[in-house]
T-cell receptor
C-alpha cells in the first residue's frame, strides 16, 4: 500500500460549487498533516496545516479522521483561481522529511 | 519573503554526462531537500540535508549524490546521467525544528537524451 493515496482526478466543477478531496495515509504514527497547492508548471506552496481534528481558513476546511486514517479538504464557493493540484502530506516526525501524495487535480470552470 | 532559487529552469544533457543542479536559499534555513516530480508519481525525495556537510538518503537516492558545503547552498549531482533521470527537479528548504512548511524553488526541467 502506498504511504499516501489520493484520487488523481481531475475534478471538474463549476464556479461556486463545493468540492471535497480525500487522502488516505498508511502510517498511523503521523501526527500532523498538510495540504499543499501546486499550480500548473509552478512549485508547491503550503495551503493548510492540520494538527488536531481539523482546520478552517476561509473557504477551505481540512478534516482529519485518525481512526480511518484519512484527511479531507473541502473547498466552498469554488473560484476559477482554485484550479490547481492539491497535494496531501502527512508528517512523519521520526523522519525529518515529508512524504507527498501525488495530488488531486481540480479544474474550476466558468 | 523566503527565496529559493535554482540554477536553471530548463536543462538538456546527454546520456553519461555529469550534471550539477544548484539550489540556493536566502533565509538561513537549516534543512534542504531535493525532490523529483514525475506524472502520476508525485514528489519523491532524493536526498536531504539538515546541516552543512550532513546528508541523508531519501526514497530514491540511486544514481544521485549531493553536496552541502555552505548552509545556503545544496547541490544535486547526477554522476552519469541516464534517460530515466529525465524529470522535474525541485529543491526545498525549511527552518529547523519542523520540516512541514517547505519553501520550494521554481524547479529545473532536466531532459537527458
Amino acid at each position: 500500500r502506498k504511504e499516501v493515496e489520493q484520487d488523481p482526478g481531475p475534478f471538474n466543477v463549476p464556479e461556486g460549487a463545493t468540492v471535497a478531496f480525500n487522502c488516505t495515509y498508511s502510517n498511523s504514527a503521523s501526527q500532523s498533516f498538510f495540504w499543499y497547492r501546486q499550480d500548473c508548471r509552478k512549485e508547491p506552496k503550503l495551503l493548510m496545516s492540520v494538527y488536531s481534528s481539523g482546520n478552517e481558513d476561509g473557504r477551505f476546511t481540512a478534516q482529519l479522521n485518525r481512526a480511518s486514517q484519512y484527511i479531507s479538504l473541502l473547498i466552498r464557493d469554488s473560484k476559477l483561481s482554485d484550479s490547481a493540484t492539491y497535494l496531501c502530506v502527512p508528517l512523519d516526525t521520526g523522519r525529518r522529511a515529508l512524504t507527498f501524495g501525488s495530488g488531486t487535480r481540480l479544474q474550476v470552470q466558468p | 519573503d523566503v527565496k529559493v532559487t535554482q540554477s536553471s529552469r530548463y536543462l538538456v544533457k546527454r546520456t553519461g554526462e555529469k550534471v550539477f543542479l544548484e539550489c540556493v536559499q536566502d533565509m538561513d534555513h537549516e534543512n534542504m531537500f531535493w525532490y523529483r516530480q514525475d506524472p502520476g508519481l508525485g514528489l519523491r525525495l532524493i536526498y536531504f540535508s539538515y546541516d552543512v556537510k550532513m546528508k541523508e538518503k531519501g526514497d530514491i537516492p540511486e544514481g544521485y549524490s549531493v553536496s552541502r558545503e555552505k548552509k545556503e547552498r545544496f547541490s544535486l549531482i547526477l554522476e552519469s546521467a541516464s534517460t530515466n533521470q529525465t524529470s522535474m527537479y525541485l529543491c526545498a528548504s525549511t527552518q529547523n525544528g519542523y520540516s512541514y512548511e517547505q519553501y520550494f524553488g521554481p524547479g529545473t526541467r532536466l531532459t537527458v537524451t
